[in-house]
T-cell receptor, first 117, second 112 residues
């Protein structure tokens, strides 16, 4: 158990809908990262937050948005869902934001499996 | 060409064999991660390396920064080691971002 929690575990919805995925980081971790894992694209970095502020953006679609709240939990909002958005969405957390140190090892949550029908 | 390449893509071994998975990357990095993903989907971080070698139990990870190459070794492999092993690099030096770029993974099956 990494200490990172994600809800829900599974989500089945229809095209055009909007969903919210939730992530609670490990106690004491200030950074939260979101990743998407699909069959054709593999794992891709979406976005990083540190202590409530956006720090880095990857291949995140405009239909997707995220935020990190004062209690450090994060939500990933996916709207106007398409069939191709079906994937595993992982959240990870780390203690700080500085790269290249053991202080910033990332710990992954169990993931949310999103199925868009 | 992917920025992070892993080989082999698939590997089948007999229990007890010594296993090596390779990772090559083409970007400047501050750290490299080895991750394990079991069939259920969960991802576990095995190692984070910025130089040299790390060992944890039967797992050993090495990195050569000059050659932009890392290897993950499993000694005395066991069926419970069956999983996808993913190499990921943290792009850039210092700074305030920990963006990871992932390899496509190596599917390892260890047969009893």
């Amino acid at each position: 158990d990494s200490g990172v929690t994600q809800t829900p575990k599974h989500l089945i919805t229809a095209t055009g809908q909007r969903v919210t995925l939730r992530c609670s980081p490990r106690s004491g971790d200030l950074s939260v990262y979101w990743y998407q894992q699909s069959l054709d694209q593999g794992l891709q970095f979406l976005i990083q937050y540190y202590n409530g502020e956006e720090r880095a953006k990857g291949n995140i679609l405009e239909r997707f948005s995220a935020q990190q709240f004062p209690d450090l939990h994060s939500e990933l909002n996916l709207s106007s869902l398409e069939l191709g958005d079906s994937a595993l969405y992982f959240c990870a957390s780390s203690r700080g934001e500085l790269a290249g140190t053991s202080y910033n090892e990332q710990f992954f949550g169990p993931g949310t499996r999103l199925t868009v029908l | 060409k992917n920025e992070v390449e892993q080989s082999p893509q698939n590997l089948t071994a007999q229990e007890g064999e010594f296993i090596t998975i390779n990772c090559s990357y083409s970007v400047g990095i501050s750290a490299l991660h080895w991750l394990q993903q079991h069939p259920g989907g969960g991802i576990v971080s095995l190692f984070m390396l910025s130089s040299g070698k790390k060992k944890h139990g039967r797992l050993i990870a090495t990195i050569n920064i000059q050659e932009k190459h890392s290897s993950l070794h499993i000694t005395a492999s066991h069926p419970r080691d069956s999983a996808v092993y993913i190499c990921a690099v943290r792009e850039g030096y210092g700074g305030a971002t920990n963006k990871l770029i992932f390899g496509t993974g190596t599917l390892l099956a260890v047969q009893p």
